[in-house]
């Protein structure tokens, strides 16, 4: 489908724009801003919306998916449904095409994640995350994007700054959502272009600050009172 290809970090640093097409005769100008995949709410457009696109992933949201949703989405020829888990048929999911775009609400606990890793997933659009991100929200969609094995979409109203995104990528955040406004989508793509690519830690960078290094030498002297205790290092 294209999200989930391309969830290795070291494999794709670039986060993906994709940008909410409810008019079709806009999708030109939104490519040309650099959108790289479209949402619509709309499955009577679907199949013109899919045609203007291109080669480029197209989805729709449809929040309580049906079997008859279903393979609309897939005679329209797109590529993933963006789905409530909550109040989606269960036989709507049955097949492997479309995709499956889970639409996660905020607070999620752990027992609700336990239970999405369970079923597979192309991404997951998240609720709105923070501006500016805090270490704890950071770590909070690592979770999400661990316990899933599936990459985030992050929706946000407005351009974001490169230092937010590079922050969202680093909790797992493949692909921003922003209404189809184009002025909107060439800013957000200006913006992702400078989050530089994911880099390992260098080995001296490993180690723990506080914890002073051990001389391999065995003596004990470097405690610096030569009882060899471990005790009083503080």
Known sequence: M??????????SPRLMVVAIAEDVSAVPALIEAGATAFVSTSLDSLGALVEAAGDLPVGV???AATVADADRVREAGADFIAFDDAITDAEALLEPKPGRVLLLEAGIDEDRLQALSGMRFDAIIIAPPAQPLTVRDQLALRRIAEATSAPLIAPTAEAPSTATLHAWRNAGTLAVLV?????????????????PAPQEPDEDERGIALVPSVSGDGDGDGDGDGDGDGDGDF
């Open 179 to 195: 209404p189809g406004d184009a002025a909107l989508v060439s800013a957000t793509v200006a913006a992702a272009a400078e989050v």
């Open 61 to 63: 949201r449809i929040d």
């Open 2 to 11: 294209g999200f989930a290809a391309t969830a290795a970090p070291a494999a």
